[in-house]
């Protein structure tokens, strides 16, 4: 169950906008992330860099009204497919697709310095929606997350940023969410997973959303029982001085393969 005065109703009460004014409007976001996004945007740029990363097609999943997860990622693949449960998150991401706009500006400026691109955000931003198939409604608590949305059943990569914690209560949820989201990776697949430790909510607007807690040994050896060889589990410890936006404690970088 959710904890009192919290919700689980992203359909209803996400605000997107909100979101991302307030936590991805620069590469920092709010001085009681730490430096979340920045750790997460250098590991992102190191494990696909590395070469070992590569496949067609890509699904990423939470993907919510942000594209930071694809930055990189869509260099080193053909075909994008981004996912969201809720319907407004995922009018921004078609929004951005389709038209001339920009997203998470700052972030891209800093993760093309972090590549040593010569590139503009417009320019890489213009190349990620060129590999854009479709953005995809998603429910990682069904047994088939994608329903019969999508013409592709498994993918080679999938990236997740912030999600799985959100759309779990209790760890047996978590556990049985993750074997559902393993189910839309190919045999040999790698799943790069990005997410925050010990955290029971984090606010969005004037709603503050329930997560699961978890340690770093719940996620392990969760991905171990759906047939994950976990190659990097990156973690940085950090406890906020401002609990007014979240209760997390650390967050975290993971890339598995599945076996």
Excluded at 145 to 165: A, R
Aim: glycine letters at 6%; a negative charge; aromatic letters at 10%.
């Amino acid at each position: 169950m959710a904890a009192r005065g919290t919700t689980t109703d992203y359909a209803g009460l996400f605000d997107p906008e909100w979101y991302l004014q307030t936590y991805l409007n620069s590469i920092s976001g709010q001085p009681a992330e730490g430096d979340l996004m920045q750790f997460s945007m250098d590991r992102y740029c190191k494990i696909f860099q590395s070469g070992e990363v590569k496949g067609r097609q890509l699904l990423d999943i939470g993907t919510g009204p942000s594209v930071h997860s694809i930055i990189t990622a869509s260099r080193h693949v053909d075909d994008v497919y981004l996912s969201d449960f809720a319907a407004q998150n995922r009018k921004v991401l078609i929004d951005w697709w389709k038209s001339d706009k920009t997203l998470i500006e700052k972030i891209t400026e800093y993760v093309l310095k972090q590549e040593t691109s010569s590139e503009t955000v417009v320019e890489r931003q213009t190349a990620m929606k060129g590999k854009v198939r479709a953005v995809l409604p998603i429910d990682v608590t069904m047994s088939i997350p994608l329903g019969s949305g999508s013409d592709v059943t498994q993918f080679d990569i999938i990236t997740s940023s912030l999600c799985l914690e959100a759309a779990a209560l209790t760890i047996d949820q978590y556990r049985t969410n993750a074997a559902n989201v393993a189910s839309l990776l190919k045999v040999g697949g790698h799943f790069i997973l990005n997410g925050v430790l010990e955290q029971t909510w984090y606010r969005v607007g004037e709603s503050k959303f329930a997560c699961v807690w978890l340690s770093k040994e719940d996620i392990e050896s969760t991905f171990v029982s759906c047939g994950f060889d976990i190659k990097q589990f990156d973690v940085v410890k950090f406890k906020s001085e401002d609990e007014a936006y979240s209760d997390f404690h650390g967050y975290f970088v993971m890339h598995a393969i599945k076996i």
